[in-house]
């Protein structure tokens, strides 16, 4: 015995007898239904269903973003994203930063909440004037990995050099 769901019990409400609600599954069971007509007068012969099983959903997120949207070489890169899971697992996020299409640095944020952010760092020191920077992220649920997902190219430009005084002698 246990106690069903605010939102099972509304849908009973609604005479949606149909309908299983999502609160009310969990991945890897095994569902089925037995019918048994009756047409008002006495029952007739039970009827089962196949069996569903309650798979899991990918993980996912959005698009990453880097920040700044224009860089220079003294810059600190922050790649930003936003996940997912129809599940509501909690989720690792796997970020990988590319410098001009090679691996440079990898980076985990683990236990993310469905809904929220989750976001990464590359220091200065990890690329240079005129290189493309891409950040590529996927989302793992403790089940399954999602798809990578790239951000768009960042041109990293040259910083430009500043005087605060100028001072001429005679």
């Not at 019990?9 to 609600?21: A, E, G, H, K």
């Not at 009310?24 to 569903?52: C, F, L, Q, R």
């Not at 949207?69 to 796997?94: F, K, P």
Request: hydrophobic share 35%; proline share 3%.
């Amino acid at each position: 015995n246990r106690s069903l769901s605010t939102a099972q019990v509304l849908v009973l409400y609604q005479n949606r007898t149909d309908l299983i609600v999502s609160d009310e599954i969990s991945v890897g069971e095994k569902w089925y239904a037995e019918v048994t007509p009756n047409d008002g007068y006495e029952d007739g012969v039970t009827v089962m269903s196949n069996n569903v099983t309650i798979l899991n959903t990918l993980p996912d997120v959005t698009t990453p973003i880097i920040i700044p949207s224009v860089a220079y070489t003294n810059n600190t890169l922050n790649c930003s994203i936003n996940y997912t899971d129809s599940d509501n697992d909690n989720g690792t996020i796997n970020f990988t930063w590319y410098n001009n299409n090679v691996s440079i640095f990898n980076d985990s944020v683990i236990n993310v909440v469905s809904g929220s952010n989750a976001s990464v760092l590359l220091g200065s020191g990890n690329f240079s004037k005129d290189d493309v920077v891409i950040c590529s992220v996927r989302a793992y649920d403790g089940v399954n990995y999602g798809s990578w997902k790239n951000s768009s190219e960042l041109n990293i430009s040259n910083f430009v050099p500043e005087m605060s005084s100028v001072l001429i002698n005679s």
